[in-house]
């Protein structure tokens, strides 16, 4: 009998007949005898919803009370569960985050859980309840709500499974797992069965959406495996577990792309101490993610400084930097917003430095020119123009056979 | 400078422009150096929509989760108006029941406040905010959040003002005050200025909706001053207060009328010990509500047994009578649906015994025959057909003057 945490996202328990197709799966679950932990999302457009009502009051709503109302969310949605429960025939209780506790920091809208109490929890349990919690939420050393900011509920699930020290952590979703790729635009993708967290981790921070990049982090930390399934087949999912626990690691796990970003160059810029500083810093002030940089020295004297920043960000990030270029004497600032960031993910690629070539040559086959790199131990991305972006995915899908089950390996 | 707590209901809450106008009323007053506490239903219609979710998944709700469900509606008018109090330049903090604290008894869906911890609200007040508290709502000792029953806010209002030593209760609602009668179906209703908390408790129980009994016989218990008054007006409106604070107390304050309830008459039951209880207690098993009875001796043998119940029940009611009667050797069982109750009710009565036959002449002279007469030390109540209501509330608020202002007055 395993003690199991459950989490469905907004789509999962988007109207009341779906809440009650969840609670009918989790009490199957429960009459198998299994201890279950239940976290769930706000309805699906609840939240925007709630989003609305606020920025019609205050163009940039309080912080604070901006967690006191989005939390409201994800209590309308365990309090019908455990009606749903009830009303199939099973025990269930609804818990907030500061019922469990669920301890966070002080950081409205973006907080970090510092600790769980498990006694609320394990109490309810023994009574044979399923215990239903409000992801996304906690509370404060001085009683106020923090929520942990988009994504959050997968946080939650795992940090209590961490904390119950549970089986299982499974993430109910949309899709039937972690995917090769984009299934939109390659139809060979395939369901990964299992994947390092370090996997998910790059594929998350990558731009795959199936699992929140904080979550991977923490399950990774605490060494919860993690099953990323569907809410509506009983298919197998995805499980993200330690590497050991994969026999065999493929060289390239999963490709992702993303087109949410934009390349600003800074031509000329004198190649001395202080200047990198004197160009990013106005920007982060800007609060302006900067994602890839390359700094290319042309002379020893001059230098080229190109980085790639969320697309929605370009034009601010523009004016900023034609402003600075004048200051530090660089020639120009060119930018282009029509750009895509494809990426090969893989541990088994530490072992094997010729990938990076290989997606290289794979890319130049296609004619696809790359205008940046950059690298990890199990990554590989390249900036390449936006048009070729699917035809990108699809190649390099097809030469590491991704669409094959077990090949190739890493020959470890 | 004073202390003043003000309690805004759905409808002055029941749109983002709605909650804007209400923070610029209460900054307004916080600007002239009051201290502010402000107590705030769920908007107009999210309670009604809550309830409707859960009866999606639960035909009887069960009532922990339900209140867990209905705490939102709350939770999210209070942030709202928190951040339209700082759009507005001004400093708030909205707090729940739990965080205030607000400690309820367990009874779900219709807990009674045991107490209120006014620490917090203190130290937010001594920083110069306005304290937005959730209204409807408290904690148990468990941590579980418990409901008032629909009218809860009111009670709230009150009861933070009795703890708070405050000033005053304000009540906002839609309407300018307490009225004399119903404007609906008299014109000559007059907003009454002072009311006495037993006269307002007599028109609460008689089904004036202004102002929840509950919050008036706490008022009433702690000396609170509320003054009912209209969110969409700078009016005075009716201020409930002690007896002694009124100077000249009226006759006749006010005239209600209550159209949902029902007659029934059991016939001619032998007029012993016990038969009372053999009738009653069925009616009260199946949870219905028997307001006014009256029995008559016919013979000293036998009685005939008369008493109202509300009008929804009436099927059920006469269904369990015609079985007792049975048992109980009664010759019939008749009922009327079609009664109204009309009332008058004035402290200055107390000392006027004249007042009830002085109401009797008067419906006497317009031909309305009375089925029941009930009476209290400040209320006159007559059962009497329910299409002669209108005319008979007329008719008792122009014999008693309670158009003009001050007349007739009690001659003590």
């Excluded at 994504?151 to 109910?172: K, M, N, Q, R």
């Excluded at 999963?254 to 970003?261: A, F, L, M, R, V």
């Excluded at 523009?318 to 660089?330: N, P």
Aim: with cysteine; aromatic share 4%.
């Amino acid at each position: 009998m395993a003690l199991i945490v459950q989490k469905f996202g907004g789509t999962s328990v988007g109207s009341t007949d779906k809440i009650m197709a969840v609670a009918q799966r989790v009490l199957a679950s429960h009459r198998l005898g299994h201890r279950m932990v239940v976290v769930l999302s706000a309805m699906s457009g609840e939240t925007d919803r709630l989003i609305g009502l606020a920025q019609a009051m205050q163009p940039i709503p309080d912080p604070r009370e901006m967690d006191m109302l989005l939390a409201t969310g994800e209590q309308v949605s365990v309090a019908l569960f455990a009606m749903a429960v009830k009303a199939a025939g099973g025990e269930a209780v609804s818990l907030l985050g500061d019922q469990v506790a669920i301890h966070n920091d002080p950081m409205h809208t973006r907080a970090r859980i510092d600790s769980i109490d498990t006694a609320c929890i394990q109490g309810h349990l023994n009574r044979g309840r399923i215990v239903t919690i409000a992801g996304f939420q906690g509370v404060t050393d001085h009683g106020d709500i923090t929520t942990l900011g988009r994504g959050g509920s997968d946080t939650t699930a795992v940090a209590l499974a961490a904390a119950l020290a549970a089986d299982a952590c499974e993430i109910f979703t949309d899709v039937e797992g972690v995917f090769t790729t984009d299934p939109n635009i390659c139809p060979q993708a395939r369901k990964i069965d299992r994947i390092t967290y370090d996997e998910m981790l790059e594929l998350a921070s990558l731009g795959a959406k199936v699992l929140d990049i904080r979550a991977v982090g923490l399950a990774k930390r605490f060494g919860v495996p993690v099953h990323v399934r569907s809410t509506f087949t009983d298919t197998i999912g995805t499980w993200v577990v330690e590497e050991d626990k994969i026999m065999e690691s493929l060289l390239v796990s999963g490709i992702t792309y993303s087109k949410k970003e934009a390349r600003i160059t800074i031509k000329t810029v004198p190649d001395q101490p202080g200047v990198a500083a004197k160009i990013f810093l106005p920007i982060s002030d800007a609060g302006i993610l900067v994602d890839m940089i390359i700094q290319n020295t042309r002379d020893g004297k001059l230098t080229d400084m190109t980085f790639t920043v969320p697309r929605t960000d370009y034009d601010r990030a523009m004016a900023i930097l034609k402003k600075v270029a004048g200051e530090i004497g660089a020639e120009a600032v060119t930018g282009d917003r029509d750009i895509a960031k494809v990426s090969i993910v893989g541990v088994g690629m530490r072992n094997h430095p010729g990938i990076a070539s290989t997606m290289f040559q794979i890319l130049a086959n296609e004619g696809i020119n790359m205008m940046m790199v950059s690298t990890s131990e199990i990554k590989v991305s390249c900036i390449i123009a936006e048009k070729y972006t699917e035809l990108a995915v699809r190649s390099l899908h097809d030469a590491f056979a991704l669409d094959k089950d077990n090949l190739p390996l890493e020959d470890a």
